[in-house]
């Protein structure tokens, strides 16, 4: 009990590192800010720490990694697709909002679905319903709801449910 409770004092070491460093960065190397990086890289995580969430497991962390290159491919393609959208007729835009019933269910993986979303151009998250079984996103053109949904959900939702096994 004793040594859990010493334990929850101590930051990390990459956080007091982190910290640490990116203060020397802001600041100028002296003594005195040396100092005061030390002592404010030690309280900080200590203070924040009760305000974090037990964030879900990377059970993937591979499968993490191909995700985010093909995100970044999506965004290159996502860019071309709406320039030629926007610099075409206007007139055959379709903007809307869909609403995507969501698998997953913690916190995290939800952010990273509605901000995967947001990223790729063309589509934006607005809102995650209050029980979390929803997300709604805006669209600049849909064509087709239940394809975009689906497109959305085997693209993005599936491996992050593999990721983070949930």
Same mark, same amino acid.
């Given at each position: 009990?004793?040594?859990?409770?010493?334990?929850?004092?101590?930051?990390?070491? *990459? $956080? *007091? =590192?982190? #910290?640490? =460093?990116?203060?020397?960065?802001?600041?100028?190397?002296? *003594?005195? $800010?040396? !100092? #005061?990086? @030390?002592? #404010?890289?030690?309280?900080?995580?200590?203070?924040?720490?009760?305000?974090?969430? @037990? &964030?879900?497991?990377?059970?993937?962390?591979?499968?993490? @990694?191909?995700?985010?290159? =093909? !995100?970044?491919?999506? %965004?290159?393609?996502?860019?071309?697709?709406?320039?030629?959208? =926007?610099?075409?007729?206007?007139?055959?835009?379709?903007?809307?909002? %869909? &609403?995507?019933?969501?698998?997953?269910?913690?916190?995290?993986?939800?952010?990273?679905? @509605?901000?995967?979303?947001?990223?790729?151009?063309?589509?934006?998250?607005?809102?995650?319903?209050?029980?979390?079984?929803?997300?709604?996103?805006? &669209?600049?053109?849909? +064509? $087709? +709801?239940?394809? #975009?949904?689906?497109? %959305?959900?085997?693209?993005? +939702?599936?491996?992050?449910?593999? %990721?983070? +096994?949930?």
């Amino acid at each position: 009990m004793q040594c859990d409770r010493s334990r929850r004092y101590r930051p990390r070491v *990459f $956080n *007091f =590192v982190l #910290l640490f =460093v990116v203060w020397i960065l802001l600041t100028d190397i002296t *003594f005195g $800010n040396m !100092l #005061l990086a @030390a002592i #404010l890289a030690y309280l900080i995580p200590m203070v924040v720490g009760s305000l974090q969430s @037990a &964030a879900p497991r990377v059970a993937k962390p591979l499968k993490g @990694a191909g995700y985010v290159l =093909v !995100l970044l491919g999506d %965004i290159i393609v996502s860019n071309i697709v709406v320039a030629k959208q =926007v610099l075409g007729s206007l007139d055959k835009l379709e903007p809307g909002f %869909i &609403a995507i019933p969501l698998e997953l269910r913690q916190p995290l993986p939800i952010t990273l679905l @509605a901000s995967t979303i947001s990223l790729t151009p063309g589509t934006v998250s607005t809102e995650v319903s209050a029980d979390k079984r929803t997300l709604y996103v805006h &669209a600049l053109n849909v +064509e $087709n +709801e239940p394809k #975009l949904i689906a497109h %959305i959900k085997h693209r993005y +939702e599936t491996p992050l449910k593999e %990721i983070f +096994e949930c």
